[in-house]
């Protein structure tokens, strides 16, 4: 069963194939794909929400929410409030194993080091503390991995490269950053599950990223070069976080990357953006 059948979730969808029947959960089943075993009505913001999802059991459950606005209350409501809906819904009993997306958000670091699976928390961050308590709900109720993706995105029409196809390079690019792409993070989503169907015995937590955290100014400087241009001025931006997410764990697990790197993933928008 997969909560929250969005963008994440239909990406997964092919990787099931002749390994496991998907439910989908969503408050628009009638738009969920064909492929999808059962779709069922669900709304995560409420238990009352949830009671057609709460009449089946299954096996497995895959919650990839998302917070309801990017204020504190979204995050409060997304994350925390939801999990503890589900739970309460008892989605929770009887299932074999469930993967709650998180976030690379809730590290600490700062500072452009290194982060790993076992880093220390941002606590006291009231987004991180929704994310937080999220986590802890579905670990309490359930045998659980975290997954904690780093800045998802889409190679064909990526929003970070927006500014530099309008010429606009970061005034602020020192910090390091980090991305991993959505048919990549789909696709260990289910191999996760795949690998515990086959008896392996899987983390508590993994990180979710690609093999290259790049400086803002390193990542325009190479957009820039593969599209055979110079920035035109530049764009105000904020800050990043400014750390390197180590994805260590997961190629120890021997997992592959479609898109290993920046280059790979950006690499077809950018070589069409410079031939229009």
């Given at each position: 069963?997969?909560i929250?059948?969005?963008?994440?979730?239909?990406?997964?969808?092919?990787?099931?194939?002749?390994?496991?029947e998907?439910?989908?959960?969503?408050?628009?089943?009638e738009?969920?794909?064909?492929?999808t075993?059962?779709?069922?009505?669900?709304?995560?913001s409420?238990?009352?929400?949830?009671?057609?999802?709460?009449k089946?059991?299954?096996?497995?459950?895959?919650?990839?929410p998302?917070?309801?606005?990017r204020?504190?209350?979204?995050?409060s409501?997304g994350?925390?409030?939801?999990?503890?809906?589900?739970?309460?819904?008892?989605?929770?009993?009887?299932?074999r194993?469930?993967i709650?997306?998180?976030?690379?958000?809730?590290?600490?670091?700062k500072?452009?080091?290194?982060?790993?699976?076992?880093?220390?928390?941002?606590?006291?961050?009231?987004?991180?503390?929704?994310?937080?308590?999220?986590?802890?709900?579905?670990?309490?109720?359930?045998?659980?991995?975290?997954?904690?993706?780093?800045?998802?995105?889409?190679?064909?029409?990526p929003?970070?490269?927006?500014?530099?196809?309008?010429?606009?390079?970061?005034?602020?690019?020192?910090g390091?950053?980090?991305?991993?792409?959505?048919?990549?993070?789909?696709?260990?989503?289910?191999?996760?599950?795949?690998?515990d169907?086959?008896?392996?015995?899987?983390?508590?937590?993994l990180?979710l990223n690609?093999?290259?955290?790049?400086?803002?100014?390193?990542?325009?400087?190479?957009?820039?070069?593969?599209l055979?241009?110079?920035?035109?001025r530049?764009?105000?931006n904020?800050?990043?976080?400014?750390?390197?997410?180590?994805?260590?764990?997961?190629?120890?697990?021997?997992?592959?990357?479609?898109?290993?790197?920046?280059?790979?993933?950006?690499?077809?928008?950018?070589?069409?953006?410079?031939?229009?």
């Amino acid at each position: 069963m997969i909560i929250g059948f969005g963008d994440l979730a239909t990406r997964a969808l092919p990787h099931f194939r002749q390994v496991a029947e998907v439910m989908g959960v969503s408050r628009h089943p009638e738009r969920l794909s064909d492929a999808t075993y059962k779709r069922i009505y669900g709304d995560y913001s409420s238990v009352e929400g949830l009671a057609e999802a709460a009449k089946t059991q299954p096996d497995y459950l895959i919650f990839t929410p998302v917070p309801s606005s990017r204020d504190v209350t979204g995050y409060s409501q997304g994350y925390a409030k939801a999990a503890q809906n589900i739970a309460d819904a008892g989605l929770l009993k009887g299932v074999r194993r469930a993967i709650f997306v998180s976030s690379t958000r809730v590290y600490a670091e700062k500072s452009g080091g290194w982060v790993e699976e076992d880093s220390p928390l941002a606590a006291g961050d009231p987004f991180v503390d929704a994310l937080l308590t999220a986590e802890a709900c579905f670990r309490r109720s359930v045998t659980t991995t975290v997954v904690r993706p780093s800045g998802l995105y889409d190679g064909a029409n990526p929003i970070m490269l927006r500014p530099i196809l309008e010429g606009r390079s970061s005034r602020i690019n020192d910090g390091y950053t980090n991305r991993i792409h959505r048919d990549d993070a789909a696709a260990v989503i289910a191999e996760l599950v795949k690998r515990d169907i086959g008896g392996e015995r899987l983390p508590a937590t993994l990180n979710l990223n690609d093999d290259a955290p790049v400086t803002t100014r390193d990542l325009e400087a190479w957009c820039f070069s593969t599209l055979g241009r110079e920035p035109l001025r530049e764009r105000d931006n904020q800050p990043r976080a400014n750390r390197r997410v180590s994805n260590a764990k997961l190629r120890a697990m021997g997992m592959s990357l479609r898109y290993p790197s920046f280059r790979e993933g950006y690499e077809g928008a950018l070589s069409l953006a410079a031939s229009s």
